[in-house]
């Protein structure tokens, strides 16, 4: 299987999957997510992985966020229908995958990047690993699970805090909100990540996919919740604000946002 956006390794039943668009930050457009769902769907079912860690490629980010070039043009029925088959196809799908999946979180995690990690049943990140949901910045809302996962992991004060500001926190504030289980250097990171992967690895692998879906099933009983994420990010596609929050990205300027 061969992949554009993505470097799959396999070794000792542990896969690698790194994002590799270094150049935009590794940000998620559309061939991206398509190529991450097919290789989770192809590593859900290999016998010989446990465990899979994913990472962004190069030294500055995880994922800086759904790709803004691609979407800036969007009206509110393509965003509402996007960010339902992003919840299919990446997000939700990673949640609910068999096998257990690890954030290696080396740089930025905005946006959908860090709703990626959200995804995912562990997080661990690099001290210089910074992370937000900026959607507001943009006009928009997160899209992409952000609005039930985030409030899951750090508390409903700190999601609302993380949301309305749009501003990112450090990964010694991750820590301490529990965002992420444990912070390394940048060079420990993927080693220590690999150490967490095999000691899961070690484990019986059909008690370790029931237990992912017994944790789940205690956060899942309100389906609603993404629902209403799904509609509400739709409707920021219809106002003036969302055009000058991804132009003003676009064009590298400050937005001037009227409330419309
Ligand atoms: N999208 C597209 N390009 C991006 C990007 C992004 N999210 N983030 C960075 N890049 C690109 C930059 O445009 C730049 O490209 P060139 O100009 O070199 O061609 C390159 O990556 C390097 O970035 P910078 O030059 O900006 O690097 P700096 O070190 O100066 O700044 C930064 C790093 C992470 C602070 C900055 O790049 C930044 O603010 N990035 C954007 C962060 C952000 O707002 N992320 C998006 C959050 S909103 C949807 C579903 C979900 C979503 C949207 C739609 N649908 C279903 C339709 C979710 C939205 C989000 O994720």
């Given at each position: 299987m061969?992949?554009?956006?993505?470097?799959?390794?396999?070794?000792?039943?542990?896969?690698?999957?790194?994002?590799?668009?270094?150049?935009?930050l590794?940000?998620?457009?559309?061939?991206?997510?398509?190529?991450?769902?097919?290789?989770?769907?192809?590593?859900?079912?290999?016998?010989?992985?446990?465990?899979?860690?994913?990472?962004?490629?190069?030294?500055?980010?995880?994922?800086?966020?759904?790709?803004?070039?691609?979407?800036?043009?969007?009206?509110?029925?393509?965003?509402?229908a996007?960010?339902?088959?992003?919840?299919?196809?990446?997000?939700?799908?990673?949640?609910?995958?068999?096998?257990?999946?690890?954030?290696?979180?080396?740089?930025?995690?905005?946006?959908?990047?860090?709703?990626?990690a959200?995804?995912?049943?562990?997080?661990?990140?690099?001290?210089?690993?910074?992370?937000?949901?900026?959607?507001?910045?943009?006009?928009?809302?997160?899209?992409?699970?952000?609005?039930?996962?985030?409030?899951?992991?750090?508390?409903?004060?700190?999601?609302?805090?993380?949301?309305?500001?749009?501003?990112?926190?450090?990964?010694?504030?991750?820590?301490?909100?529990?965002?992420?289980?444990?912070?390394?250097?940048?060079?420990?990171?993927?080693?220590?990540?690999t150490?967490?992967?095999?000691?899961?690895?070690?484990?019986?692998?059909?008690?370790?996919?029931?237990?992912?879906?017994?944790?789940?099933?205690?956060?899942?009983?309100?389906?609603?919740?993404?629902?209403?994420?799904?509609?509400?990010?739709?409707?920021?596609?219809?106002?003036?604000?969302?055009?000058?929050?991804?132009?003003?990205?676009l064009?590298?300027?400050?937005?001037?946002?009227?409330?419309?």
């Amino acid at each position: 299987m061969t992949f554009e956006q993505l470097h799959l390794k396999k070794e000792n039943k542990i896969a690698f999957v790194t994002i590799t668009r270094e150049k935009k930050l590794n940000a998620l457009d559309s061939a991206t997510i398509q190529e991450l769902h097919e290789a989770f769907s192809v590593l859900d079912i290999d016998s010989q992985v446990r465990a899979i860690v994913i990472m962004g490629q190069g030294q500055k980010a995880f994922v800086a966020g759904a790709d803004i070039a691609e979407f800036s043009s969007f009206n509110q029925q393509q965003g509402e229908a996007l960010s339902r088959l992003g919840h299919e196809k990446l997000f939700a799908f990673v949640e609910n995958l068999s096998t257990p999946v690890i954030a290696a979180i080396n740089g930025y995690a905005l946006g959908g990047g860090l709703e990626l990690a959200l995804s995912c049943h562990m997080r661990v990140a690099s001290d210089n690993a910074r992370m937000g949901l900026p959607e507001v910045t943009l006009g928009l809302i997160p899209g992409y699970g952000g609005t039930r996962r985030l409030g899951q992991i750090i508390g409903k004060g700190r999601a609302h805090q993380m949301v309305a500001t749009g501003q990112m926190i450090s990964a010694d504030k991750a820590m301490q909100w529990g965002l992420v289980n444990e912070i390394y250097t940048q060079e420990e990171l993927v080693p220590k990540a690999t150490e967490l992967a095999l000691k899961i690895a070690a484990n019986a692998p059909i008690s370790v996919s029931h237990s992912i879906k017994a944790i789940n099933a205690q956060y899942s009983n309100s389906v609603e919740s993404f629902e209403t994420e799904i509609q509400l990010f739709g409707a920021c596609f219809a106002t003036n604000d969302f055009k000058e929050g991804t132009s003003a990205f676009l064009e590298k300027r400050k937005p001037d946002f009227k409330g419309n």
